[in-house]
């Protein structure tokens, strides 16, 4: 039995029980004549000159303070106003919704006949997955490792969907208030799809080593795992709007849908905009969001149970290791020298895993906040960093090249690998910190 692969084991058990749902059709209207431009500046005189700017309408995607770019997403008509700018740019996708549609889950590979699967298979991570094969998947997860994992739903969304966490820890005889738990967050921007994948390669990841070598993991960790944070927005990237961000409860505003998750935790929290239609919206007030306020309270009543030692956060894109604040770049954190060098030890491991180079840098820097102070407000990172975890950082994975939130399912597993030999990184440095 320990000679098949994990994978294997639970797609055929799935399979044999009829647990794996088949993939949802995929609809996206809009974004014909829709493109995104990459304009290769400075990201900060960008940002001031494009803020100032009544002229022109328009998303942004991305940028890279140290490769020196920001790539927007921009209407036709918008496109054509923005030629009267002197910024060097270029077309990375010219449509939009033919883009969308190339990147889309193919149907012939959604089923896969259990004969066909072979071992050390990770046909799970082919293609993308919906939130109910994902959820399918867990369920099988906590059957098949009892004695090590659970699933745990703290609460309900506002479209009555569980907010679901993994708590894997290997059995030992040290009490669970003395273990040090390390949590690996996914899914809280509803497009960023690789982050869900790739908590949930973690955890495959995780697994496979307790198979194989069980005394590898630590007895003197926990983890909490949360592949999806935003169920609704995520389900709704597979129905409606694939480059939807936002969760979906209600606003103040009638028709104006959702609140930005990593806007609305309670660390100097400000309106990060008025519009309650924007991307960037925080909420009237923090915990706005449901799925931050239910994660605070969880947080908060297993204090006793889960001591916070090391926070992940993975996001997509541009390929950064960001280390807090986010609200601010004069405000200096505690420990920042070591801060920074976990920072650069996970970036190392990152580019000696696969070659790729992950950038280090404060939040506030990706966040535009050195300008505009409001859009690293509340974040998950600083509050996380500021109440409850010792190590924070949040990593925002592949690609830096023309794909953006449209990563191709291919890269699934490099970049599942990637973040696996960043967490096994991560760990042994923070339990070597004593």
Sequence with gaps: ?????????????????????PQQP???????NEKVVRITEDPKNVVSLLTSANNITYKKWGSSTSEKFVDIHVDEDNYAALQSFSFRHKVIIENLAQAIAETMPQQSDSVVETT????????????????ETIDAWLDILQQTFPDILSVEEIGQTYEHRALKIVHISRPSDIDHDKKKTVVVTGGTHAREWISVSSVCYAIY??????LEEPNKISEQLDFLFIPVMNPDGYAYTWTEDRLWKKNRQETHLPKCFGIDIDHSFDYHWTRSSDWACGE????????????????????NDTNHDHKIYGYIDLHSYSQEVLYPYAFSCTEQPRDEENLIELAYGISKTIRRQSGKNYNVLPACIDKDSDLLPDLGSGSALDFMYHNKAYWAYQLKLRDSGSHGFLLPSKYIEPVGREVAAAIRYFCTFILSDE
């Design 205 to 210: 990841q995780l697994l496979q080593l307790y």
């Design 280 to 299: 960037e919206y925080s909420g009237e007030s923090p915990f706005e969001a449901l799925e931050a306020r239910m994660w605070h309270q969880y947080l």
């Design 1 to 21: 039995m320990w000679g098949i692969s994990l994978l294997t084991l639970l797609w055929v058990f799935c399979g044999a029980q009829g647990l794996i749902p």
């Design 116 to 131: 066909q699967i072979q071992p050390l298979s990770e046909i799970f991570f082919r293609e993308y997955r919906p939130l």
């Design 26 to 32: 995929l609809v996206f209207p809009k974004y014909h």
